[in-house]
């Protein structure tokens, strides 16, 4: 587990291939090419995890169905079963596991420069960012490998090893320690490094910590902890203007444009709605619709079919099957790097959506429903509408009180807000895991059915809902989750 991070930091710090002995006979602090705060940004672009969770996310999740056939990958297998993912590659929990802590090193190693560089000021957006790239690894971490904070056992739920400093042994000891230490250490970088940011810095701002997408990171984190004024402050600052102009447009230009060229955009830098990309390893661009347990004509219906405005998503219109059962939307786009011109071996890479627009602005949603301010939450489902929906009209689409009551049977508007809320956000990350963090921050319970006749199960509490620590973890001396 640990051991593998070692590595990383070598790598990072010596740009070499230098054996673990000699790296370990240089001083601690030795920052090598890491003089200016130019090399520190460089040094920051490998700080986030270079890593995919939608492909055990997604299949874990009420999205997907047994299509019968289809590419059998144990990322995908395992996850529908909610058995312990028998697999160490591309997008594992285990390497996810093992890029989040690589990122991680490489954000310390870069704040270690930061706070001992003899101009420190210089260094005032770099460390920013590291403190907010090191905020979201960890977060991600405690989501994926601990139970989801609730306020009444954070105190006492395993959570996962919080690391500030880059490491100089080969086997250093780590522990859990609690869900609630590790929130309060997420929280303490989030604050310290908001204020940091300077967006001017970065060539490609997408790709690193905005002011914008540190934000849309709080509000995320906030809604995990049920602090929803905090959620509703840090959403506010991501949207400035016409907030449907920074959400996707689904039903304006979308629907003029070729499903190769949708695949194209979908996740392009330039897209508004992308708050922060990461380029990972993956093959979820070739595989999420071909794998067996995927999105099926029946799911594809119950979440693409009816809605509370009494139209049609558009997304119904970018919906397309290749061959029997293979349904997708076109947003995944896989870049394939050869290993040499003429080879025919490589790597898949992916430009993940780790923050957007439209989860930012549901973040809000959700916690003004929370607050009682549901004339605001109403107002900002009918602006996530009025780019989602078919030939929108406002007067016809209108969302209110009434028409949710009269939708779902629901006496309480707050629970038809949420409810409104859950079935827009579902639709809108179809493919992409997101559903997950749902699932378990409401902890629902979840089953999956096959084709054979076999129902598989998980009741709310169930811990095989926290995805299981890779086995290096375990030598490593930490305490795997229960089963």
């Known amino acids: 587990m640990m051991q593998k991070l070692i590595v990383y930091t070598a790598l990072l710090l010596l740009f070499t291939t230098a054996g673990c002995k000699k ?25 986030y995890p270079q890593a995919n969770y939608m492909s055990f996310f997604e299949s874990a999740s009420d999205n997907v169905g047994d299509k019968g056939a289809g590419t059998l990958e144990n990322t995908n297998i395992d996850p529908y079963f909610f058995r312990n993912v028998d697999d160490n590659g591309q997008d594992s929990p285990e390497y996810y596991w093992d890029a989040c802590y690589a990122a991680i090193a490489a954000a310390n190693q870069a704040l270690q420069t930061c706070n001992t560089a ?4 210089a260094y005032r957006s770099q460390k920013g960012e590291a403190l ?3 905020a979201y690894a960890h977060f991600m971490l405690v989501t994926v490998f601990s139970k989801v904070y609730d306020e009444s056992s954070a105190g006492s739920d395993m959570g996962i090893p919080y690391v500030t400093e880059p490491e100089n042994v080969v086997l250093k000891k780590y522990e859990r320690k609690t869900v609630a230490y590790v929130y309060d250490m997420i929280e303490k970088d989030i604050v310290a490094g908001l204020p940091l940011l300077d967006d001017k810095r970065y060539t490609i701002p997408r790709y690193h910590f905005t002011r914008a997408a540190a934000h ?16 509703v402050e840090h959403a506010n600052q991501v949207f400035s203007g016409n907030i449907a ?11 003029s444009i070729t499903y190769l060229e949708l695949y194209a955009r979908y996740a392009r830098a330039t897209e508004p709605a992308n708050l922060l990309l990461i380029e990972t390893p993956s093959w979820w661009g070739r595989n999420y619709y071909t794998v067996r347990y995927a999105l099926t004509a029946q799911k594809r219906d ?5 809605n509370v405005t009494g139209g049609n998503w558009s997304f119904n219109f970018q919906t397309f099957t290749v061959g029997a059962e293979n349904y997708l939307l076109p947003k995944i ?10 080879a025919d071996i490589g790597v898949a890479y992916i430009a993940l959506p780790a923050l957007t627009t439209e989860e930012a602005l549901f973040n809000r949603i959700e916690a003004n429903a929370y607050l009682g301010n549901t004339t605001a939450a109403l107002a900002d489902l009918n602006t996530y509408a009025s780019t989602r929906i078919d030939q929108y009209n406002a007067a016809a689409h209108i969302i209110n009180a009434q028409k949710i009551r009269n939708y779902y049977g629901l006496n309480s508007l707050q629970d038809g807000i949420l409810a409104t809320l859950f079935s827009f956000k579902r639709a809108e990350f179809v493919h992409e895991g997101m559903r997950w963090l749902d699932l ?13 006749g076999q129902i598989i199960s998980i009741t709310p509490d169930d811990p095989r809902k926290v995805f299981q620590l890779p086995e290096s973890a375990r030598i490593a001396g930490l305490q795997l989750n229960p089963r």
Not at 31 to 47: C, D, N, S
Not at 440 to 452: A, E, K
Request: proline residues 8%; positive net charge; without cysteine.
């Open 23 to 47: 790296f370990l006979e240089q001083p601690p602090d030795n920052r090598a090419e890491l003089k200016t705060p130019e090399q520190v940004g460089q040094l920051l672009g490998t700080a």
């Open 118 to 121: 003899p101009n420190p000021s």
């Open 132 to 134: 907010l790239a090191r």
């Open 216 to 231: 849309a990171f709080a509000a995320r984190f906030y809604l995990f902890k049920k602090d929803y004024a905090k959620v």
């Open 245 to 255: 102009a920074v959400l996707r447009p689904w039903n304006t230009q979308y629907t």
């Open 302 to 306: 119950q979440i693409f079919e009816e």
């Open 333 to 342: 786009n896989e870049y394939f790097v050869r290993t040499a011109i003429n």
């Open 440 to 452: 378990i921050r409401y902890n629902s319970p979840i089953t999956h059915f096959t084709v054979d």
